[in-house]
């Protein structure tokens, strides 16, 4: 906002102090938690899908239709988002892992597992905890690279009964 020279201050320098007056604005910190998406995903699954079909038909015979419409809606909200809750769960990991199963979950969890246990105390058991870890790993590794494939082969491409090759999605 404002600088100045004091050209007679005895700093013991041939530099000149310099006063000045900042004015500064801190950022507002919000600290809104991400919330992940539904495993919609799961609904492929007959059974899940019944589940699920089930769920929301219990919480709807629940609603009163005295209510007012902000209370109906409030209500009709409130059920489908625990039923949603309950049947299907929140999806793991960032919108960039999505094509990730939750049996590659798993085995990422499990190989999580055994690399904290990994502090034995003799030569021969770190051998054999460091090569169940390894083949763990590559279990994973060779998991994630299938899964990935599939889901890009799913998502670009789509079967066509006709000639039984695989045509681009419009």
């Not at 604005?25 to 699954?45: G, I, M």
């Amino acid at each position: 906002m404002d600088a100045r020279v004091h050209r007679g201050a005895d700093v013991g320098s041939d530099h000149h102090l310099l006063l000045g007056k900042i004015q500064i604005k801190p950022k507002s910190k919000t600290n809104k938690e991400q919330v992940c998406a539904y495993a919609v995903e799961k609904l492929k699954d007959p059974l899940i899908a019944e589940g699920s079909r089930l769920e929301l038909a219990n919480r709807f015979d629940m609603l009163s239709p005295d209510l007012s419409v902000e209370d109906q809606w409030e209500s009709f909200s409130s059920g489908v988002k625990s039923s949603a809750e309950t049947v299907l769960g929140r999806r793991r990991g960032t919108n960039k892992e999505r094509w990730i199963s939750s049996r590659i979950w798993n085995l990422i969890d499990k190989r999580k597992k055994l690399k904290s246990r990994d502090q034995a105390r003799t030569r021969g058991r770190q051998r054999a905890e460091s090569n169940v870890y390894r083949d763990s790993d590559k279990e994973v590794k060779k998991s994630c690279k299938l899964d990935k494939k599939d889901w890009i082969k799913k998502k670009c491409c789509r079967w066509c009964s006709g000639d039984n090759t695989y045509m681009l999605s419009t």
